[in-house]
């Protein structure tokens, strides 16, 4: 399983189902039970070595806050309302600009085993409120997929979300192996969402990740299975030659999957916490994805100025709704102004949710069985 080499197991979460079964599945690593997790939390932000350490440990803990927590967002941005299931934290694979290395101070990928309270909250929150629709998903602090097939997780979600009919499961992945879960289709409550990027980005920068022919050939698998898709193009990273390279990475996605089986595409451009720039150049000397000129926003993040954000909105804009008029595109976290410039109005959070919430609801109207 990747390149993980040690398994640690918090006292209380060593009986609980999914560490018995991980346990036994990772029986040939060296295992260590730790009284409480803290005894490994370090000062943040990590140093190097700590953070390439932790992408190599696996760490069973019990969730002692709540599992469900509604993306953060951030003031002066527009948010999408995404609901995080927050079942792990950090990620095996390694992306040059992945905001978690400055972000969590535990050196290690922590999966929550205490599956039960998952469920029970599920049951709680969805059962008070069996109107509202709710875009779920494990990708915000971690990858959905690239430690399914240790975890099993998906297919568990998948499953017992059936009872709500107004829950959509987006699962956030740059991961390519789907073959365990398409028998789980056709359920249009399912979104499986890759995030692209042309693949010389994803070749310097992805490291560990899927290459784009392998994402764009999984979401063919999950298209063909009956599920729907999403994809983002988040985080857009400008270099010099980027335009024509990201509009074939836009062709690609619709040679490769029918527009009718995507939700939403979603467009972001690079951000990140100003520490995350020592970091970058410290584990990626030869990245250079930090060396461009960025402003700080609203926020203490680093961006792009708002005239390459809003020239690289508008190109992949024009590239996608070219290649299919009627696609759903949305902004990720941007402000009132980009919007309005790329789109031409600028909606509220709420306003946002909602029209996400009804893209989705609509592809439920009309979709119950498996594409020809
Ligand atoms: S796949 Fe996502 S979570 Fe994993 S390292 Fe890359 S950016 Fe971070």
Same mark, same amino acid.
């Given at each position: ?21 991980? !346990?036994? !599945? $990772?029986?040939?690593?060296?295992? +260590? ?7 490994? !939390? ?13 992408? #190599?440990? $696996? ?66 929150? $969805? ?12 990708? +915000? ?40 879960? $398409? ?22 920068? #992805? ?166």
């Amino acid at each position: 399983m990747f390149r993980i080499k040690r398994l640690l197991i918090e006292a209380a979460a060593q009986d609980d189902p999914l560490a018995v079964q991980v !346990r036994q !599945r $990772l029986a040939h690593l060296p295992t +260590e039970i730790i009284p409480d997790r803290e005894t490994l !939390r370090i000062a943040a932000p990590l140093t190097p070595t700590a953070i390439a350490q932790g992408k #190599e440990t $696996l760490l069973l803990a019990r969730q002692k806050g709540p599992f469900w927590r509604p993306c953060p967002g951030t003031r002066g941005y527009i948010c999408c309302g995404y609901q995080i299931l927050q079942v792990m934290t950090n990620c095996p694979m390694d992306c040059s600009y992945c905001v978690l290395q400055g972000y969590f101070n535990l050196p290690a990928i922590t999966v929550f085993t205490n599956w039960q309270d998952l469920w029970s909250e599920l049951e709680e929150r $969805l059962d008070a409120n069996p109107k509202t629709v709710y875009r779920l998903g494990t990708g +915000e602090f971690g990858d959905s997929l690239a430690m399914d097939e240790l975890l099993g997780l998906n297919r568990e979600l998948i499953c017992r979300i059936n009872r709500w009919p107004q829950i959509i499961l987006e699962i956030k992945t740059k991961w390519a192996r789907v073959e365990p879960l $398409l028998p789980l289709g056709p359920n249009p409550q399912v979104i499986f969402a890759w995030s692209l990027n042309p693949p010389r980005l994803i070749r310097q920068e #992805e490291h560990l990740a899927a290459t784009l022919a392998g994402r764009l050939s999984a979401a063919q698998k999950c298209a063909a299975a009956g599920f729907r898709l999403a994809f983002h193009f988040d985080p857009l990273i400008y270099y010099p030659g980027w335009e024509p390279e990201y509009q074939d990475v836009v062709a690609q996605l619709f040679t490769a999957v029918p527009a009718d089986r995507i939700a939403w595409i979603s467009l972001g451009a690079l951000r990140f916490m100003p520490s995350l720039k020592s970091i970058i150049r410290g584990r990626f000397p030869g990245s250079r994805i930090a060396e461009e000129e960025f402003v700080t926003a609203l926020d203490g993040k680093k961006r792009y100025f708002k005239t390459l954000r809003l020239e690289m909105f508008s190109r992949l804009r024009q590239f996608i709704t070219a290649q299919s008029p009627n696609t759903f595109i949305y902004l990720c976290m941007e402000s009132p102004w980009v919007w309005q410039q790329v789109f031409g109005f600028s909606p509220t959070s709420r306003e946002l949710a909602a029209m996400l919430d009804a893209q989705a609801m609509l592809y439920r109207q009309t979709d119950r069985s498996t594409p020809n």
